[in-house]
């Protein structure tokens, strides 16, 4: 998106309505922000968002180029708002030293000393906290369990798997004991055993009573982690609160759904008598129906399929994604 970089200054936070302002997480407000926007030049990468979030995990989705990342660099100080703040327990994130120290990050993309060993870049990256060697040391040695990598701590990250380079760096925001973490996109690349990992630590991390922000583009990620969301797109909020809100909302709206199985034709025909079935449409070995009533659908044909004995060969609905939940949103 492409428009003009705003002039005005921004508006006092005390001009914002509640309604106005994005709630998520449970408890006391750690993580907020006000009138919040990110320009790159003439791009914008954040656009007037006001958010408060409480503790636990809560996920910020959104598909590509949404802002996501944009929005954790600003509320981590690594990069400026070009207008309105961004605070953590109250203080102004940007150019704070103090704020720095209650904050991890765990980046989208890899930034290693190639050449070190797993454990000498979490201990170095935790003495510029402030540590003493010793202290580091212990904290780095601590995080690195925490993530199940002592055993190879000592081998350099240039030998680290894609999945063991995710959870060094999630050592690396672990080790000075923050409150409040942000992952960006943290299972990018991993496989499945990495996966499981990195989800139950995240989870683990908020039963804990730490605030876990986690950026993806890929709705059942977050769902594995929580049900706390938030969507933007185009650097905006565009919705909020419970997955199952959201969840509702695509069921609102036509669901689509695949379906191959012996004599399509028969069954698509069975199905167009119910007055949810809006459209059918034929592909080489099956068919899409569209349906006002997806619970209902995917019971009917299941039932018309052993009645009928057709045998189903596949079941599946395009429109789980967060791509279709974005479609409905916007239009
Ligand atoms: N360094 C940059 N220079 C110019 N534009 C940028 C830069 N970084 C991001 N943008 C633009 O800002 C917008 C938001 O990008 P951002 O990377 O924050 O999105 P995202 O949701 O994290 O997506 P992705 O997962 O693809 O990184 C996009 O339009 C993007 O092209």
């Given amino acids: 998106m492409s428009s003009p970089a705003p002039t005005s ?46 503790q636990g995990v809560v996920g910020l989705l959104g598909p590509n180029g949404a802002g996501k990342s944009t929005l954790l660099k600003c509320l981590t100080g690594q990069l400026r708002p070009t207008t309105g703040m961004a605070t953590i327990a109250g203080a102004r994130v940007w150019n704070n030293p103090k704020a720095f120290a209650q904050l991890g990050f765990v980046p989208e993309q890899d930034a290693f000393y190639e050449d070190m060993s797993g454990r000498d870049f979490v201990t170095h990256l935790t003495r510029l906290q402030g540590f003493s060697r010793s202290d580091a040391a212990a904290l780095a040695e601590e995080a690195i369990a925490t993530v199940s990598l002592t055993d190879q701590a000592h081998r350099r990250i240039r030998e680290y798997s894609k999945g063991m380079r995710q959870r060094i760096k999630i050592a690396q925001a672990l080790a000075h004991r923050p409150k409040v973490l942000f992952f960006d996109e943290p299972l990018t690349g991993t496989d499945p055993i990495g996966r499981r990992t990195i989800i139950d630590l995240i989870q683990r991390l908020g039963d804990e009573g730490h605030t876990v922000l986690v950026s993806s583009h890929i709705l059942h990620e977050v769902e594995a982690m929580t049900s706390d969301i938030v969507l933007i797109n185009r650097g905006r909020v565009l919705a909020d609160g419970n997955i199952y809100r959201i969840r509702e909302m695509i069921d609102e709206h036509p669901h689509r759904i695949y379906v191959e199985c012996d004599e399509p034709r028969r069954l698509a025909s069975l199905l167009s008598v119910y007055a949810d079935t809006l459209e059918l449409k034929f592909t080489e070995r099956g068919f899409f129906v569209s349906t006002s009533d997806p619970d209902q659908a995917y019971s009917r044909i299941a039932k018309l399929s052993v009645e009928h004995g057709l045998a189903l060969h596949a079941l599946t609905s395009s429109d789980n994604d967060l791509s279709a939940v974005f479609r409905y949103l916007v239009s």
């Avoid at 006000?34 to 968002?49: A, E, M, P, Q, T």
């Fill in 9 to 54: 200054k921004p508006q006092a936070t005390a001009e914002l309505a509640k309604s106005e302002i994005t709630r998520v997480g449970t408890g006391e407000v750690v993580i907020a922000a006000r009138r919040l926007s990110y320009w790159y030049g003439k791009v914008i990468g954040v656009n007037d968002i006001s958010i408060d979030i409480g």
